[in-house]
């Protein structure tokens, strides 16, 4: 595609489901980003790919929160047993390998009930 | 660690309004400086950045220059339209590094 694909772009989930969200970055960007926009907060950094591996994790809030990114293309960021403090805006941005500049997606909003 | 600090909004001006949107930072060395603009149902997007100090970066009649004394990355346009209602942020990237850190964001509206 032309730009970033995120899904599901809404999803409402109760405590202590499991959510998986996707990324699909732009075609040849080799690396991959996450954050998290809370109302009324910056962007949190959570974690960056650089083909498949990636090498910070620190941002990840805790254990319940993982990713993968497999054959250097999609991600999946997965939260399981999803709390209350999860809901938010999760978003995807993808790079060139070593560029500076950054090609979001449109987010997906989580809400947790 | 690096931060980014950037006034609250929302900032609410008329039709052909001067705007400033402050923005700091902190970081050690010499960090890349930008803003990005989000609009209306729409993911964030690079308007401007500036790679070195005194360097201004400028696009659709926006402009920011990177002051290492003061160490400020202002958001400035003489003239603002209604088109220009959107979310922008001030972020930082250190040299070599591949973390982006941005600020909180500050909402603009633009009334007519």
């Known amino acids: 595609g032309a730009g970033v694909s995120q899904s599901p772009s809404n999803k409402v989930t109760e405590k202590g489901k499991d959510v998986e969200l996707r990324c699909d970055p732009i075609s040849g960007h080799t690396a991959l980003y996450w954050y998290r926009q809370s109302l009324g907060q910056g962007l949190e950094f959570l974690i960056y790919f650089q083909g498949n591996s990636a090498p910070d994790k620190s941002g990840l809030p805790s254990d319940r929160f993982s990713a993968e990114r497999t054959g250097g293309s999609v991600s999946t960021l997965t939260i399981q047993r999803t709390q209350q403090e999860d809901s938010a805006v999760y978003l995807c941005?993808?790079?060139?390998?070593?560029?500076?500049?950054?090609?979001f997606g449109e987010g997906s909003r989580l809400t947790v009930l | 660690g690096n931060s980014v600090t950037q006034m609250e909004g929302p900032v609410t001006l008329s039709e052909e309004a001067f705007l400033t949107i402050n923005c700091t930072y902190t970081?050690?060395?010499?960090?890349?400086l930008f803003w990005y603009v989000q609009y209306p149902g729409e993911g964030l997007q690079l308007l401007l950045k500036a790679t070195k100090a005194d360097d201004k970066g400028s696009n659709k009649g926006f402009e920011a220059t990177y002051r290492k004394e003061t160490t400020s990355f202002h958001l400035e346009k003489g003239s603002v339209q209604v088109s220009d209602s959107a979310v922008y942020f001030c972020?930082?990237?250190?040299?070599?590094?591949?973390?982006?850190?941005f600020g909180a964001g500050t909402r603009l509206f633009v009334k007519a």
């Open positions: 970081a050690t060395g010499y960090p890349s």
């Open positions: 941005a993808s790079s060139l390998a070593r560029a500076e500049e950054l090609f």
């Open positions: 972020a930082l990237r250190s040299t070599g590094g591949f973390k982006t850190i």
